[in-house]
Structures are given as structure tokens and as C-alpha cells.
């Protein structure tokens, strides 16, 4: 009740500060060369940051106006540059950020009784800004695309580290896995293709699609609201589902076709140059005892045939057994979910999942292990095979063991320090005043314009 409570105050914040915006526009809380920021545009996002579950802090707000200062001076800049962003890529970013912000609120409609407006009403008021981000995020890409530093800048950017600031690196592995989902045979599947024919044949004979999917579609993402997906392009989704949606046109309804989530049907609403809006019903199929004991079965014998066959290796046997997409084209290793862009393998031991730690905890390098029955967090259960590629004990950074790792270090900080210097030259030829209630503001000390009386009169 008080998690509710909590974010019902923190929608009215939102809802306050969206309808300020209506009687504060003469409250300007900055101006950088021809923008203006409001004192209401500043409200809002600190509300956001509420509803975000951020703890209230004033200091926020000075984060905030920071924030929108860099983002008008990059925004102009990429105006002189001919940076932009297509409209389709901002109604993909507002849709995304709309379904969070409904999930939060607990419906479309709690949620535009909230704001006091309708979703369509609110989306086209954030699309200004909601662009100008994107906008802006694009040109500092720009600004830093071509940074790059050579091992003579990676050596040195370690050396300058101070000894007692030297970062230190948990225990970490490098684990493969073979995977075996169970899978429903043709006869255990038909149950539930059956289940998703019924339904759409209702819509079909006047039934309302929202109320179907609201009742029985197992998607928890969009069930809450129809089945709405809001815009997405070809890449957004799985392919049977995209293959299927471009193919439809506006009003149109699908067939049933599987998917790795189940059996699906949808709607487009409507199509726009190469996004399409639709709702979709999901009927997902419960893994029967029979499935699992038959994935078993092969895991014991691919388990046999890697221990027997010595022209067999882990890798190979990995990309044709797998049946997990992530990891069966990378030999079957496990990538370091928080370094993604650095594509490595090496796992703090503290971020493998439980039931994975405490297998590869008793296993030695260079073994694998035998077949073990794996529930994941969702509930879902599956047989996996791993191999133990290396263990890297607790240490302190050194360049011997951990050179990628100083590379991303040393690289993010020509990257930070670029863009710096970047802003520090923009800053000094742009003019910028700031309004006094933030003048006090410490991470906004570098940003006002010396200016005459005469400048700063509004």
C-alpha cells in the first residue's frame, strides 16, 4: 500500500508540474544561446526522476538544468552540423518510454488520470524535448566518434593511476554452457494453438481485441493494455512476429503463428513508413514433465559423446547442440552482461546467476560439468552443460591481467575529456545566463556568462 501510495503522489507530481508549464512560461531558469529552459521544464523531469524511484533531493533539480543546458548547446550545435534524428526513431523512443511510465502507473487509464490528460494528448507535448535529446545524444556521438587511444595512452593512463587508487577486480571466470530447452512435441503443442484460434475466432465474430488480450494474453508487458505494442520497426521484435506484422495492413489481423514466446495473433493499428503500430494476444505453453526428461536424455548423451570423442571440442558442440541463441555462435562462452560493448567473456563471480555459481564453484578449469537442471528466475527450467574456461583470482588492476579493462578506462576517459574540451570552447564563445534561484548550483558554476546589467534584463 505505501509502494502505491508512492507512486500515486509521485503521477501527481507529474501531473502538477505538466499543468505549471501552463502558467510559469514567463519563470525562465536558463537561456543558452537561443534556447530558453523553464523553471516547469525542470519540474517535470524531477517528477520523472520521483516516479523513477530517485529519493527527493534538491540538488537534482541543479542536475537537471545541467543536464538541459549541455543538451540545448549540443542541440544547436548538430542544427550547424545537420545532425538529426528521423521522426519514426522518436516515436519508438516516446513509445518505449510510454509503456514504462504505464506498467509503473498500473494502466492507461490510471495513468491519464494522473496527468489529467490523455497518453496522445501528453506524448505530443514530451515530443519536442523527447527529440532534441535524441538529437543532441547523436551530435555528442559525433563529437566523439573518432576517439581512439593506442597502447603508448593505455600504458600511460595506467602509470598515472595513483597506487592506493588502483581499482580491484572480484574473482572472476570465464563458463560456457551447452543448453537444452525442452521443447513440446507437435501433439503437446496443439492445446494451446487450439486456445489461440478460439480466441481470435471470437474477435473475428465482433469480440473487442483489448478486452480478449486483458483477459487471457500472456504477455505481461502489454496484456495491461490491449495487447498494445505501441510502434516498433523490424528489428524490435522476434522475426515471425515482424515478418508477420509488415506484411499486414492497417486493421488487418494475422493468423496464428509460433514464435520462441508461444503462439501469437495481431493487429496493425497502423503503419507509418517503416514502423507499424499493433496489439498482439499471447498464448504461452507450459512445459510438460515428458519435455523435460526428454531434454535430459540428450544432454546425457551430448554429455557422453564430449567426455568419449576427443575430435568433439566444447565450442563445436556448443553451436550445433545449443539451443540458446546468445551463446551458441560464441562457442558457447557466456558474455559479461555489463560489459557488452567490450564483448568479454570474463564474469565477476558475484554476477553469475546463483544456481550457475554454485556449479562452476566446484568445477576446475579446463572441466565441464555433468548435465544440471537450471531454474532460471522466471521459473523456467532447462538442462545446461558448462565448461570452465579459466578462474581469475581477487586483485588489484594490473596491466598484465587486465588490459581490456584499462583500455575501456583509458578510452572513456579521452572520450570524457574530449568532450569537455568541447563544451569548455562551446561554453566560452556561447552566451548563457542563469537564473539566480540555481546561480548557487556547484555544477553549474562554470556555465554563466560574465554579462553587463544590460544582458541579463529578460
Known sequence: MRKFGFIFLSFLLIATAVSAQKISLDKVAGVVGSSVILKSDIELQYAQYLVSGGQPDADIKCTILGRLLTQKLLAQQAVIDSVTVTEDDVDGQIDRRMRGMIQRAGGQDRLEQFLGRSVIQYKDEIRPDIKEQMIAERMQGKITEKVGV??????RFFQNIPKDSLPSYNKEVEVG??????????EEKQFYK?????????IKNGEDFAN??????????????????GFFDRQGMVKEFSATAFKLKAGELSPVFESEFGFHFLQVLERRGE??????????????PASLDRAKVKADSIYTLLKTNNQLDFSTAASVYSDDKETKYNGGMLMNAENVQARSTLIPTDKLEPAVALVVDTMKVNTISKPQLITAQDGKSTYKVFYLRSVTD???????????????????DKVNRTVSEWFEKKRKSTFTRIDPEFQSCKQL???????????VKP
Open 150 to 155: 593506442t597502447p603508448q595512452e593505455v600504458t
Open 177 to 186: 554452457e551447452i543448453v537444452f530447452q525442452p521443447k513440446l512435441s507437435k
Open 194 to 202: 487450439d486456445k489461440a484460434e478460439g480466441l481470435r475466432t471470437r
Open 212 to 229: 480478449i488480450a486483458r483477459l487471457y494474453s500472456q504477455d505481461p508487458g502489454s496484456a495491461q493494455e490491449g495487447g498494445d505494442l
Open 275 to 288: 514502423q507499424v503500430h499493433a496489439r498482439h494476444i499471447l498464448i504461452t505453453p507450459v512445459i510438460t
Open 394 to 412: 581477487a586483485h588489484k588492476a594490473n596491466l598484465a591481467q587486465d588490459l581490456p579493462k584499462i583500455k575501456e578506462l583509458a578510452q572513456s
Open 445 to 455: 558554476k562554470d556555465w554563466s556568462t560574465p554579462t553587463t546589467s544590460a544582458q
